[in-house]
C-alpha cells in the first residue's frame, strides 16, 4: 500500500510504523482495554520520497515534531477506533507535506513613500496640537 500526496509524491508503508496505545477521553469501559490512540513515526531524513527542496522545506517548518534522528512523531486519539486514527494520522501528514510543497515567496524590502512620511507628520503634529490645547493656560 502507499500513501498518495500528490501524483509526485506518494510515500510507501513500509517507511511509516505505527505503534498503539491507550487513549484519553470518552470510552466507557473500552477505555480500559482497546488501545485506539495511534502514534505514527516516520524518518524524514533517510526517506527518498519527498524531493530534496521539499524535505528541507518540511523539516524546517516542523522541526518541534522531529525527534533529534530526524523522525517525525504524530499521534492522533480523535476517534474509539483505530482504523479512524489511523487514516486521521496519514491526513494530518498529508496536509503538512502539502503544505511545504509551497515555495514561500521572497520578501523584499520597501521604503515608505514621502507621502506616507508626511501624513504620518501631519498627523502627530494634529495630535500634539490637540493635547497642547488641553493644558491650562500659563499666566504669561
Given at each position: 500500500?502507499?500513501?498518495?500526496?500528490?501524483?509526485?509524491?506518494?510515500?510507501?508503508?513500509?517507511?511509516l510504523t505505527f505503534t498503539f496505545a491507550r487513549s484519553g477521553g470518552p470510552g466507557g469501559q473500552n477505555v480500559n482495554k482497546v488501545a485506539s490512540k495511534a502514534v505514527l513515526?516516520?524518518?524524514?531524513?533517510?526517506?527518498?520520497?519527498?524531493?530534496?527542496?521539499?524535505?528541507?522545506?518540511?523539516?524546517?517548518?516542523?522541526?518541534?515534531r522531529l525527534t533529534t534522528e530526524g523522525e517525525l512523531v504524530m499521534s492522533s486519539?480523535?476517534?474509539?477506533d483505530q482504523p479512524k486514527n489511523i487514516a486521521d494520522c496519514l491526513d494530518k501528514l498529508r496536509e503538512l507535506i502539502l503544505r511545504s510543497l509551497h515555495v514561500p515567496k521572497k520578501r523584499r524590502?520597501?521604503?515608505p513613500s514621502r507621502g506616507s512620511k508626511e501624513r504620518r507628520?501631519?498627523?502627530?503634529?494634529?495630535?500634539?496640537?490637540q493635547k497642547a490645547q488641553r493644558r491650562r493656560p500659563t499666566d504669561e
Open positions: 500500500m502507499v500513501m498518495i500526496v500528490t501524483e509526485n509524491i506518494q510515500i510507501p508503508d513500509e517507511e513515526r516516520w524518518n524524514v531524513t533517510a526517506s527518498p520520497s519527498l524531493p530534496p527542496d521539499v524535505k528541507e522545506r518540511f523539516l524546517a517548518q516542523n522541526r518541534w486519539q480523535a476517534f474509539r524590502p520597501t521604503k507628520l501631519k498627523a502627530k503634529r494634529h495630535q500634539s496640537n
